[in-house]
């Protein structure tokens, strides 16, 4: 494992990236406060980054080491600095961010806090054939560790047909993409180890990261330059020293951010270069509904380089927990160990099911390819009509839209105004570490239309809910929990 080391950023360089502290309403001190903040959050200050003397700084900045001082003091308070005996000041994140909830089986709510789609047509014949052939399987102990042998060849023949040369071996099936992520964390990830993420990325990596002890490290995803990441990641990495990097090259979740072939080899080697394990989750990877397919990340590395973790829960179903991990065979071994321990094997059922879809994965896709289309575009439509100052992205593939809110509305006062709506949503900053995205919303295509047009009339009806409010009543002073 890398040394854990701080990172020296000078005078200069930080008054540079804070800029003109007397634009930033209120005192002097909080104002630069909050631009130190903000590069933390953001990513563009590692956190773990050692910080100037507050003499250095004041004279770099033209102010007074009483205002440094206090403005270091209010970043240790809100948990976004701390002083190590021997380090000085030193960035860090708050450990703590708005919950993150399950999801809603009240058939009169409208869930736009998770992109899942209905179950495809497909499942229920799977499962047929998967009866059928169960009676084969009932005279064993009905235990299969690391997963049935047709299932783990189907899976690595698939990775082999997208252009990532796989053995059986090299395969673990597991209960979910985000079981493999945690298995992954489960063993791999000691407490103190830093994780490169995404930023924004899926609540699901930062809560395991945080919950194993380790700390998230963001790195900038901007959907307006799609590469950005690719010259993030090497900065990130040289000054933090991760352990892990949690990935989604494929469609971003939650911004559809999608790293270009030459971009992904620029990460990779960075990664590869410094030591990293890059976590991959492809489970949007074939989701993509204007370009065509790109090749895997782990194309090209050795087997040893990277985890790649998928499953069924997005092309087919959330309810279908399949889902597995790809590396190479003595990793992967030691991965499915930890599995084994864990819950010993995944329901054979399932298993069998979800080896009839992954052999017609291709008509499956088309299927799903064609209806997000239509639900993209009809949900842009109806954001410009409905909330004409929202800014979406377009994403060009994946599952959901990222919002930037108009000044005024923040999506935790959103999603507490949406709730006795009966329209679910997740608030921005659970996408985010520390307390980032609040500006920001997710919103799902996955519902069917006359679903997802009733939903973006509640979210109308919410915005607007929202702009009544005074100002000082908007931003909830606990993060609503999405329930």
């Not at 783990?152 to 023949?157: G, L, S």
């Not at 919950?211 to 959907?223: Q, S």
């Not at 409905?386 to 999603?415: F, H, I, K, N, Y």
């Not at 979210?459 to 929202?466: D, M």
Request: charged share 20%; proline share 9%; hydrophobic share 45%.
């Amino acid at each position: 494992m890398p040394p854990r080391t701080e990172q020296s950023t000078s005078a200069r360089e930080l008054a540079t990236l804070v800029g003109a502290v007397e634009d930033v309403p209120g005192p002097r001190y909080a104002g630069l406060a909050r631009r130190i903040q903000e590069l933390v959050t953001t990513g563009a200050l590692p956190t773990g980054s050692r910080l100037p003397a507050e003499r250095e700084l004041a004279a770099a900045l033209g102010t007074s080491r009483v205002t440094v001082a206090s403005a270091y003091r209010q970043l240790r308070e809100a948990g976004f600095a701390v002083t190590r005996h021997g380090s000085g000041t030193v960035t860090e994140l708050p450990s703590t961010g708005p919950a993150w909830g399950a999801p809603s089986t009240d058939p009169h709510v409208l869930d736009l806090a998770h992109a899942a789609l209905e179950a495809a047509p497909q499942l229920t014949g799977a499962y047929e054939q998967a009866l059928a052939r169960l009676p084969a399987c009932t005279d064993g102990h009905g235990y299969a560790p690391s997963g049935l042998p047709e299932l783990r060849a189907a899976i690595a023949d698939r990775f082999t047909t997208r252009g990532l040369p796989t053995d059986p071996d090299q395969v673990v099936v597991t209960a979910g993409t985000g079981d493999a992520t945690a298995v992954v964390v489960e063993t791999l990830l000691q407490p103190g180890d830093r994780v490169l993420v995404e930023h924004p990325t899926y609540p699901g990596a930062i809560g395991m990261v945080e919950a194993a002890g380790g700390r998230c490290i963001p790195a900038p995803v901007d959907p307006d330059d799609p590469d950005a990441l690719a010259r993030t990641a090497q900065l990130v990495t040289r000054q933090s020293s991760p352990r892990l990097a949690f990935l989604m090259p494929d469609f971003s979740n939650p911004t559809g951010t999608r790293l270009s072939a030459a971009g992904r080899r620029r990460v990779s080697a960075t990664l590869w270069q410094h030591g990293v394990l890059a976590v991959v989750d492809e489970v949007t990877a074939e989701l993509h509904l204007d370009d065509g397919p790109l090749p895997p990340f782990a194309a090209g590395l050795p087997d040893a380089a990277t985890v790649t973790v998928g499953g069924l829960s997005k092309a087919v179903w959330g309810g279908l927990r399949i889902g597995w991990l790809r590396t190479d065979a003595a990793l992967a071994a030691q991965l499915g160990a930890t599995l084994g321990r864990r819950q010993l094997s995944v329901g054979i059922l399932d298993q069998l099911a979800a080896t009839a879809l992954v052999r017609q994965l291709d008509e499956v896709l088309d299927q799903r390819r064609r209806a997000l289309r239509e639900r993209r575009e009809l949900l842009l439509a109806e954001l410009a009509r409905e909330l004409p100052d929202w800014v979406p992205t377009r994403p060009a593939g994946g599952l959901s839209l990222w919002c930037r809110l108009p000044p005024g509305v923040g999506s935790a006062a959103l999603t507490a105004a949406a709730a006795p709506l009966g329209l679910l949503l997740a608030e921005g900053r659970a996408f985010g570490t520390g307390h980032a995205f609040d500006d920001h919303l997710r919103l799902p295509f996955t519902l069917p239309p006359d679903r997802l047009r009733t939903a973006v009339g509640l979210l109308a009806q919410a915005a607007a809910a929202v702009r009544r409010r005074p100002a000082s009543s908007r931003l909830p002073a606990r993060p609503a929990t999405v329930v």
